[in-house]
């Protein structure tokens, strides 16, 4: 099943089905112009994780790290399906990293990966966005990954079973492919970050679980139209619009 967070022609916040071309609560059924699309939880913190694909590490000039790299956005940092997302100004490159990302279910602390899969409520599309500049200077990465709508999220939330252990994930730029790769080429598995992640921290429900971006990661202009694609849970869509 896939599940859509809208705010409905009343202003109201709901949470309904996915159809792709439409959301549906309540019996009745609106068209995705007549809604706002939200990002699909609410969540205190994003749990990011870095160099979690070969390809990704080696375009860096890195090497995968031998236990997670951890960091955090907050907030503040969401977006959703469908928005304008303004860039900071008056930087040299801000890259799209698109990523598969875990929506927790259930609170989540000291867990082990053989029970991890419990706590999750789902997956959905996410794309890192990343301020280059800011990020090479600075070793918390708060200007480099933290700023305002950093992170597009959407636009559903698809149950695990209807993502695939094998899911393709794919960004395109402008209609342009970018990104392409597959969920099994991640160096840590989705139980693996939740193990590790809650040894040092408890997720709550809505807290999201971004797993690394693959190779090709690329900087973005002002107007371009960015699309997220993941198997079993749809295209994430969003414009960018950097400030001269």
């Known amino acids: 099943m896939r599940t859509v967070r809208f705010r409905d022609p009343a202003g109201s916040v709901r949470t309904g089905e996915w159809h792709g071309d439409g959301v549906s609560f309540g ?17 205190t913190k994003i749990v990011c994780v870095g ?7 080696a375009e860096m000039d890195n090497e995968i790290p031998d236990r997670p790299l951890l960091f955090l956005k907050p907030p503040n940092a969401l977006s959703g399906h469908g ?12 890259d799209h990293e698109a990523e598969i990302a875990v929506v927790i279910g259930e609170a989540a602390r000291n867990v082990d990966a053989a029970d991890a ?6 997956f959905t599309c996410l794309n890192d966005l990343s301020n280059r ?36 994930i794919e960004l395109r730029v402008n209609g342009e492919t970018r990104q392409s790769s597959s969920r099994d080429h991640l160096a840590f598995s989705v139980p693996d970050l939740i193990e ?49």
Not at 29 to 42: Q, R
Not at 83 to 94: F, S, Y
């Open 51 to 57: 160099r979690n694909y070969a390809d990704h590490a």
């Open 133 to 168: 500049d800011d990020q090479r200077r600075e070793t918390n990465w708060v200007r480099g990954k933290a700023f305002d709508n950093a992170a597009p999220t959407g636009p559903a939330l698809a149950t695990p079973d209807e993502v695939p252990a094998d899911a393709d």
């Open 117 to 122: 899969m419990d706590h999750v409520a789902g």
């Open 27 to 43: 019996g009745e059924t609106y068209d995705l112009g007549d809604v706002d699309v939200l990002p699909p939880s609410d969540p």
């Open 196 to 244: 590790e992640i809650t040894d040092y921290l408890t997720l709550e429900p809505g807290d999201v679980v971004a797993t690394g971006t693959p190779g090709g990661v690329g900087p973005l202009e002002d107007g371009d139209t960015v699309e997220v694609e993941l198997e079993g849970v749809g295209t994430l869509e969003h414009d960018v619009r950097i400030p001269e």
């Open 83 to 94: 928005d304008t997302v303004t860039l900071p100004a008056g930087k040299e490159r801000i």
